[in-house]
């Protein structure tokens, strides 16, 4: 008996050994992406050495993600790992909820004792803009605030609408009601995307419908919307790759009869379209409206010809409404400050633009480093 159990012993010894030195081999042989389509995003390099690195501690942090990122088979352990998780009842992996209906929420533990978001870099951008300037800012919750209710149970979560309705009692421009609308039409159509951190086309059209009716137009017909995919995983997929959610269909206005000249200024590149059909070839489908972010962004209208101006700041939310305002206006200008490095009120000065719009997320505002640069 002690001889069987000491075979045994042996054999899974064998067995593993095996695989580490299989794995170690793959990894050693195998050639090293640069980047990720899966997870959309950049693998860590090789870390270049050096001794102040090593005493800092970075040279270990870089070296343990780049072992990491190139692991051989990474996506299969993911989804084995996730696979297993959700087999024994975990209803939260990393940072997200499995909520019903397919939805991967993303928790949010924010106050308005505790907000980050920058309201007097806010203020003070505002009062640097011409005095004729209509500056507001739209604040958009995320999923896991209008679909709460299917959050597992026992899921800690803070309110948005609390947060949003701190920051607008405290900017000296007006702050745009998107939460009451999204919130009606909640039980209707999904208004966010299940496996991704953004609102659908759905829930954009309810952002450009609460910005028209702030400005007094509420005469406004729905479109009609074309399906452009039905292979879509987003980037709550790409924490998890868990293969047993559904792909998901993306839609657009259908706004063919408009025709557009898109200029990219930083490399000097113009399209007669809004859109890259290449991306919805790719994992980050998302990046078909407008392509993938840039700084500055001109657009003209050429099938409006109402000499209509409006500058919109930005995170990548505001990239599925753009369409929308597109329609309206002969000239729409867009800035992601991330990127743009330059004075935005000098570029609303120099193109007299009379309409400032912020979009931005509740959540990835609190960290976001361009909105700090506004200036």
């Not at 419908?209 to 919307?225: K, Q």
Request: charged share 30%; glycine share 4%.
């Amino acid at each position: 008996m002690k001889s069987s159990k000491n075979i045994v012993v042996v054999l899974i010894a064998v067995i593993v050994s095996i695989i580490i030195i299989t794995l170690t081999l793959l990894f050693i042989v195998l050639d090293k992406k640069e980047f990720s389509d899966t997870e959309n995003r950049y693998l860590q390099k090789f870390p270049e050495f050096s001794f102040e690195s090593l005493e800092s501690g970075e040279y270990i942090r870089k070296l343990e993600t780049y072992l990491t990122d190139h692991f051989p088979f990474r996506n299969e352990f993911m989804f084995l790992k996730t696979s297993v998780l959700k087999g024994i009842g975990q209803t939260k992996i990393s940072d997200l909820y499995l909520g019903e209906d397919g939805y991967l929420l993303e928790g949010y533990m924010v106050t308005p004792e505790s907000t980050t978001i920058p309201i007097d870099v806010l203020n003070r951008f505002n009062d640097n803009l011409p005095e004729n300037t209509n500056m507001s800012l739209m604040l958009v919750p995320t999923s896991v605030e209008i679909y709460s209710e299917k959050l597992p149970k026992y899921a800690t979560n803070t309110s948005q609408k609390d947060v949003i309705d701190y920051v607008y009692k405290n900017i000296n421009f007006d702050g745009i009601n998107v939460y009451d609308y999204l919130e009606k039409e909640s039980t209707t159509i999904d208004l966010y995307y299940k496996t991704d951190h953004h609102w659908n086309t759905f829930g954009a059209y309810l952002g450009y419908v609460a910005y028209m009716n702030y400005l007094g137009i509420d005469d406004l017909e729905r479109p009609e919307f074309e399906k452009i995919t039905d292979e879509f995983y987003g980037t709550f997929y790409s924490k998890l790759i868990d293969n047993s959610l559904e792909k998901e269909s993306m839609y657009k206005l259908k706004d063919d009869d408009v025709e557009y000249v898109m200029k990219d200024v930083a490399t000097d590149t113009v399209t007669n379209t809004i859109y890259e059909e290449k991306w919805l070839k790719e994992k980050d489908k998302y990046s078909y409206f407008l392509g993938q972010n840039k700084a500055l962004l001109e657009i003209q209208n050429m099938s409006n010809e109402n000499g209509k101006k409006i500058l919109i700041v930005k995170d990548s939310y505001a990239n599925a409404m753009i369409p929308f305002i597109a329609k309206d206006y002969e000239y729409t200008y867009v800035i992601d400050p991330r990127l743009y490095r330059l004075d935005v009120s000098d570029y609303v000065k120099e193109n007299d633009i009379e309409e400032v719009l912020l979009v931005y997320n509740v959540k990835t505002v609190e960290t976001d480093l361009g909105i700090r640069n506004l200036r």
